[in-house]
């Protein structure tokens, strides 16, 4: 027997849902993935607000958002899906007060669970090397080695390094000036190898006769795309029989994590990878334990750990 109070609940709370979701699709023209998204949580939270006896949004309060999160999380839900669900409901009951249906958003002072941080991967030295020793066996692979020792011996992001015009390129001077995150400029020096190989891309690349100041193109002679640089890189830790997967990101990563390990320099590591925080650049300092070890047994005068 279907229960009629529940239906109504239903119905009183889905109907200002589907006016939020109008607005989102018109006014705010989102993408269908993201209406999507907003439209899959916020059914969910509907069936749990009946849950919790919640037959209008105006009788939702903070703690009523906070059996929601709590119901939510027992279901299963980690951390990341969980602060999705709570965004999706704070936005939502923005609009309701934007509206004038609510007076206030009970999901303000909700805190959202913090998520777990992943290290992030990075290659040692060897491999590194192991990588980087490219032929000049093809104008493309000269151009892709350039690529990857200005990645890595930059720590460059991936929309920097597709960005980079030849005009930004300083190599006397041995520099280089990027447009990072936020249209924020830096300017980076660059290493030995980096301008070796530049300079020898720099001529190959005027035989694709290049269409813009692009540093980096492709063969056709536009400036090469993002998807173009992964696939490369992918393609050449394959090739030099690197055992993990090879990214443009895990390029800064070993980067960052090497300067750091060479240098225990945090903050010219900021500086160098344009971090705005400081806490950015701190979950680059894990070390690897062993190599910890190493160092503590052969500085610390009371590390000396005696074999029995």
Request: glycine share 6%.
């Amino acid at each position: 027997m279907t229960d009629r109070p529940a239906q109504l609940s239903c119905s009183s709370l889905q109907l200002p849902v589907d006016d939020f979701l109008r607005y989102l699709r018109i006014e705010r023209q989102l993408s269908p993935y993201t209406l999507k998204s907003y439209q899959r949580q916020l059914a969910v939270l509907i069936e749990l607000a009946v849950e919790i006896r919640v037959t209008d949004w105006s009788m939702l309060d903070a703690a009523g958002v906070r059996m929601l999160a709590a119901r939510s999380k027992r279901s299963g839900l980690q951390s990341a899906s969980l602060a999705l669900r709570l965004s999706a409901l704070r936005s939502f009951l923005d609009w309701l007060v934007g509206q004038g249906k609510i007076g206030a958003n009970p999901a303000k002072g909700i805190s959202t669970p913090r998520k777990g941080r992943h290290l992030p991967k990075n290659m040692d030295v060897d491999e590194v090397s192991h990588l980087l020793d490219i032929d000049m066996n093809d104008p493309l692979a000269i151009r892709d080695r350039a690529m990857l020792e200005l990645m890595y011996g930059a720590g460059l992001r991936l929309s920097e390094l597709v960005g980079l015009d030849c005009r930004q390129v300083n190599l006397d001077a041995g520099e280089i000036r990027v447009i990072g995150k936020g249209s924020k400029e830096r300017k980076l020096p660059i290493g030995k190898m980096a301008i070796e190989w530049l300079n020898h891309w720099l001529p190959v690349r005027e035989f694709y006769a290049p269409d813009d100041d692009a540093l980096f193109i492709s063969k056709h002679g536009n400036r090469i795309s993002a998807r173009n640089v992964e696939k490369r890189f992918a393609q050449w830790g394959v090739k030099q029989g690197i055992s993990s997967h090879v990214h443009p990101h895990k390029l800064r990563h070993s980067f960052a994590t090497h300067m750091l390990e060479s240098s225990g320099d945090l903050r010219a590591v900021q500086e160098l990878l344009g971090h705005a925080n400081l806490s950015t650049t701190q979950i680059y300092t894990h070390l690897d334990f062993q190599h910890l070890t190493t160092v503590y047994d052969a500085a610390h005068p009371r590390a000396k750990r005696g074999k029995s």
